[in-house]
């Protein structure tokens, strides 16, 4: 049974950062995509980055320059650092995964996902 779990979400400031952890367990870590999305209270849930390989990253604009996804296989977990966090980007992060196929176009869509964690809480106070 795949499953994913994240940890470092909390409370941080306007301008403050944060690292988020996602934990994979039940498959070939290293034979799938994983993803970043949040979704804040009443919004859709939104693309925030994804990683194939390590030389294979796609950010949403939004948070380019201040977001940096990463990948360990050897720890089957994957990283995304936060810095310069905005009050807006206030909401629970989740990480996802799927195979590594298909146009880039796919790995910023929430439906193109197979499996996903329970999510983390991010707050950012003004």
């Known amino acids: 049974q795949v499953q994913l779990v994240e940890s470092g979400g909390g409370l941080v400031q306007d301008g403050g950062s944060l690292r988020l952890s996602c934990a994979a367990s039940g498959r070939a870590f290293s034979k799938y995509a994983e993803g970043w999305f949040r979704q804040a209270p009443g919004k859709e849930r939104e693309f925030v980055a994804a990683i194939r390989w390590s030389d294979t990253i796609y950010y949403a604009d939004s948070v380019k320059g201040r977001f940096t996804i990463s990948r360990d296989d050897a720890k089957n977990t994957v990283y995304l650092q936060m810095n310069s966090l905005k009050p807006e980007e206030t909401a629970v992060y989740y990480c996802?995964?799927?195979?590594?196929?298909?146009?880039?176009?796919?790995?910023?869509?929430?439906?193109?996902?197979?499996?996903w964690g329970q999510g983390a809480q991010v707050t950012v106070s003004s």
């Open positions: 996802a995964s799927r195979g590594m196929y298909g146009l880039e176009y796919m790995y910023r869509l929430a439906g193109q996902y197979d499996y």
